[in-house]
């Protein structure tokens, strides 16, 4: 079976990127049916204020944010997250997995102090609390092993 492939002009959607620089950049390539906005990630555990400004999304795909937020905060996000999906939609939520992820191969380049590596078990324990129904949940990992993508 094939990837789905789609084309720039045939997705549309917003995206939040945390770098400035990337804000910057998509000024520089415009796409007509794709915004970048600035908006801070926390504010996401408010539904009615998220769903004001974004309305419901078919996927929605967190990258390199989760694993720096504490439980209580992130169980509130990954609600909201679920409650965004329109019917049939998709979150993509990668962790990195604490018992698979070397933690040397960061800190070695940097202080990598804010990262919150949990175990699988945990990271299912945080989809339930969230009231995210495991039917729903599909889990992969990347090719290491060491990235779980929920």
Same mark, same amino acid.
């Given at each position: ?17 945390? @770098? ?36 419901? /999304? ?8 989760? @694993? ?10 990954? /609600? ?8 049939? #939609? ?16 960061? /800190?070695?380049?940097?202080?990598? @102090? ?16 969230? #009231? ?19």
């Amino acid at each position: 079976m094939q990837p789905a492939v789609a084309t720039l002009e045939q997705l549309a959607g917003t995206l939040s990127p945390h @770098d400035p620089s990337t804000l910057l950049l998509s000024n520089a390539i415009p796409i007509d049916n794709i915004s970048f906005v600035k908006y801070n990630a926390l504010r996401i555990v408010n539904l009615e204020r998220s769903q004001a400004r974004f309305g419901l /999304q078919d996927i929605i795909y967190s990258t390199g944010l989760l @694993d720096y937020i504490s439980d209580e905060p992130l169980i509130a996000m990954l /609600q909201t997250l679920y409650h965004l999906l329109e019917p049939g #939609g998709t979150l993509i939520a990668p962790f990195k997995d604490r018992r698979a992820f070397n933690t040397n191969y960061g /800190q070695w380049l940097c202080k990598w @102090d804010a990262l919150i590596l949990r175990t699988e078990e945990c990271v299912d324990e945080l989809f339930a609390r969230a #009231g995210i129904p495991a039917a729903s949940i599909r889990k992969t990992r990347e090719r290491t092993g060491t990235i779980i993508f929920y």
